[in-house]
């Protein structure tokens, strides 16, 4: 009984170790593929050379994640993202994988976003936060070689094109492909001005 209470003990303190990494955020959990990941606590900003864009980003266990900047409450890129916008493939000779919440959060003026080949995730659990209020972005683009989303007409979903992740807050007409299942939370949570939605009988959930 003895060596059961200190188990028990023992797993309390390993889960509580847990929260406090990454409350500190030396580890982020991964909600999408249920994984843990470690991280250097140490932000960066690169600048590219092409665009003059300023992105914050930090080094993690398998390559690059981008950042928002919580010194600003608007658009934290410099200069202010407009029109369309490609993420970096890498980074410092790193690959770009993560795009973290709220990156784009205040964007007013980006149009199109490119998510290149090697983006395994945007904004985590929850995808729209990573483009809040970005009320112009019409179109989300995903390069064809990119192994976890897929782009259909300026929408996002996953690659086998069964769920519907996010639909760009400025989009006005919407057709979603037959053969999607399901229609993720908040999938259209921002879209202020849809006046066409054609939902294909495929679909068994939404939200």
């Given amino acids: 009984m003895k ?3 200190f188990c028990g003990k023992f797993k309390i303190s390993i889960i509580i170790m847990g929260i406090f990494l990454l409350m500190v955020g030396l580890i982020t959990y991964d909600g999408i593929n249920g994984t ?5 606590s140490k932000l ?4 590219d050379p092409t665009t003059g864009y300023k992105w914050l980003y930090r080094v993690t266990d398998d390559g690059i994640e981008l950042v ?3 010194r600003y409450d608007d658009c934290s890129l410099a200069p202010v993202l ?3 916008v490609a993420i970096p493939p890498y980074i410092d000779n790193q690959k770009v994988k993560r795009i973290g919440a709220e990156v784009f959060a205040g964007c007013v003026r980006l149009e199109t976003i490119k998510i290149t080949a090697g983006v395994v995730e945007i904004g985590g659990v929850d995808t729209w936060t990573s483009f809040a209020g970005c009320r112009m972005l019409t179109n989300i683009v995903v390069e064809a070689d990119n192994a976890t989303y897929k782009s259909v007409d300026g929408v996002l979903y996953d690659k086998a094109l069964e769920t519907l992740i996010l639909c760009p807050p400025g989009k006005v007409n919407v057709s979603i492909p037959s053969g999607v299942k399901v229609i ?3 999938a259209f949570g921002q879209c202020r001005n849809i006046k066409s939605l054609v939902i294909p009988q495929s679909v068994t959930r939404i939200g």
């Fill in 3 to 5: 060596s059961k209470g």
């Fill in 36 to 40: 843990v990941r470690s991280m250097t």
């Fill in 44 to 47: 960066e900003v690169w600048q």
């Fill in 68 to 70: 928002k900047d919580v």
């Fill in 82 to 84: 407009s029109g369309d």
């Fill in 184 to 186: 993720g939370t908040f």
